[in-house]
């Protein structure tokens, strides 16, 4: 595990960060979907061809975990991060394509203190991952828990 | 596939549906985690008795994508879905340990024509999976896109 670089401290709002890119093979896309989300559109091509995609396209929850693979891969790894307690406003503009270059961005919206644990803070942050034509595939939301590098003092303890 | 057994028209606010389980194994688990999200606490054994959640533990991610398992299996396939614009709201409130058995319920929360595609109506779902204690384990709100049955007739048409 790598050396913890980024404390809650550490993240001001609007801070932007470049996280890397991913891409999906036909072959990955088939076999999330046979375990995952077994619709036609994600495992067939002749099925797809004739659905709103136009074309064979992962499950938005293949496109989430792989958002998230960048996000340890390139982020969380770094951090002192403690998990999240859930997400907001999930959004598939787009669907992702085998072959697709996708490239996750974030974006600090809320930084502050976890009243009950004075050694933790939360931070709200803006997910977006792009394809290679700059077109977003995913859009959210989420909340994330780091340990403070010093603790809040606490009144009245 | 299945024959499409529900339209639109079929749904109403408050049906509940119990769309059965599943339950992810240890090697599950870890595989899931090693691709998408590398994180100790769904790797290793000691390092997740030191966090948090006390033991091994899905991700998130992986939650969602058994959930959306159940939701295709037991539902979707037999209905005119045609997928889902985002999410809402998604929360873990409680780990998911190796064998846990996961059920997932299902609530009709709203539904509406969709403006600009009268052959399409959309419903908002409450998303809830339980584990063997009868403990909320995955908490979500989505938004569905179904053909109608009878398309609207649409004014000044």
Redesign the interface.
């Known amino acids: 595990?790598a050396e913890i670089q980024f404390y809650w401290e550490d993240f001001e709002v609007g801070q932007v960060r470049d996280l890397g890119t991913i891409s999906p093979t036909r072959e990955e896309i088939i076999q999330?979907a046979s375990?995952?989300?077994?619709?036609?559109?994600h495992l067939d091509d002749d099925a797809a061809k004739a659905s709103?995609?136009g074309g064979l396209c992962a499950?938005?929850?293949h496109t989430?975990?792989?958002a998230?693979?960048l996000m340890?891969?390139h982020f969380?790894?770094q951090t002192s991060?403690?998990?999240?307690?859930?997400?907001?406003?999930?959004?598939?503009p787009k669907p992702v394509f085998p072959g697709d270059v996708l490239r996750l961005q974030t974006t600090v919206l809320e930084t502050k203190p976890m009243g009950r644990r004075p050694d933790v803070g939360m931070t709200r942050n803006l997910w977006e991952m792009f394809n290679q034509h700059g077109e977003k595939v995913l859009l959210m939301e989420g909340w994330g828990m780091f340990r403070r590098r010093h603790p809040a003092k606490v009144e009245n303890a």
């Open positions: 595990m999330f375990q995952f989300d077994p619709q036609p559109f709103v995609f499950s938005g929850w989430c975990s792989m998230m693979r340890v891969t969380l790894q991060s403690l998990g999240s307690p859930g997400l907001e406003h999930i959004k598939w």
